[in-house]
């Protein structure tokens, strides 16, 4: 993925991705919810997946998760409910937590193929896919791995949290809109340097 090479990114990119860490942070500090039968809790930090990617674009959304998930594995307890280290990587919820810089990435790659621009159903289709489908499968696969059950066992439990996240799809489109109309710089550089690319 050499979208994520270090060298290329600025220190207004980093200061960004900063903030982006700060929010996941600040999202972890709503109570995760641990419906009846599902080994993996809600929470509202798939939202700031979906900002993340929404807002900064592809390599700085996806690093923001990596930041994330590394202050995670130190032992900051970041996630919600309170917890941190590498002991969560352990458990059912594994696949979600090494889906959120994938889910970023790939919301932040649709959101930049409309250019600079930031439209509401572009955002609708991107948060979609990458933030519910993409998440999804890594978090099937997680669940598969850990609990050691089939596809069925795995992904039917989570039929629960569609509404939610469809929530959540559409609150982060609106916020994301937002965002770019206050600061419409936000997907340029990464739309120029696309078209810029020697073929």
């Given at each position: 993925?050499?979208?994520?090479?270090?060298?290329?990114?600025?220190?207004?990119?980093?200061?960004?991705?900063?903030?982006?860490?700060?929010?996941?942070?600040?999202?972890?500090?709503?109570p995760?919810l641990?419906?009846?039968?599902?080994?993996v809790?809600i929470?509202?930090?798939?939202?700031?997946?979906m900002?993340?990617?929404?807002?900064?674009?592809?390599?700085?959304?996806?690093?923001?998760?990596?930041?994330?998930?590394?202050?995670?594995?130190?032992?900051?307890?970041?996630?919600?409910g309170?917890?941190?280290?590498?002991?969560?990587?352990?458990?059912?919820?594994?696949?979600?937590?090494?889906?959120?810089?994938?889910?970023?990435?790939?919301?932040?790659?649709?959101?930049?193929?409309?250019?600079?621009?930031?439209?509401?159903?572009r955002g609708?289709?991107?948060?979609?896919?990458?933030?519910?489908?993409?998440?999804?499968?890594?978090?099937?696969?997680?669940?598969?791995?850990?609990?050691?059950?089939?596809?069925d066992?795995?992904?039917?439990?989570?039929?629960?949290?569609?509404?939610?996240?469809?929530?959540?799809?559409?609150?982060?489109?609106?916020?994301a809109?937002?965002?770019?109309?206050?600061?419409?710089?936000?997907?340029?550089?990464?739309s120029?340097?696309?078209?810029?690319?020697?073929?």
């Open positions: 993925m050499d979208d994520l090479r270090p060298h290329r990114f600025t220190s207004r990119d980093l200061a960004l991705v900063a903030v982006f860490v700060g929010i996941m942070a600040a999202l972890g500090l709503v995760a641990y419906p009846f039968g599902v080994a809790p929470t509202a930090q798939s939202l700031g997946v900002l993340a990617g929404a807002v900064l674009g592809s390599r700085r959304g996806a690093l923001s998760m990596v930041v994330f998930l590394a202050l995670v594995a130190v032992g900051l307890p970041l996630l919600a309170g917890v941190g280290g590498l002991g969560v990587f352990f458990t059912p919820r594994v696949g979600f937590l090494l889906g959120f810089p994938v889910a970023a990435y790939v919301v932040g790659r649709l959101t930049e193929s409309g250019g600079p621009s930031y439209t509401l159903p609708l289709l991107a948060n979609a896919v990458g933030g519910v489908v993409a998440l999804y499968l890594f978090g099937v696969a997680g669940i598969m791995a850990v609990g050691r059950v089939g596809i066992a795995a992904a039917t439990p989570l039929l629960v949290y569609l509404p939610g996240d469809a929530v959540k799809v559409v609150v982060a489109a609106l916020v809109r937002g965002v770019h109309a206050g600061y419409p710089g936000l997907l340029t550089r990464r120029t340097e696309r078209q810029s690319t020697p073929v």
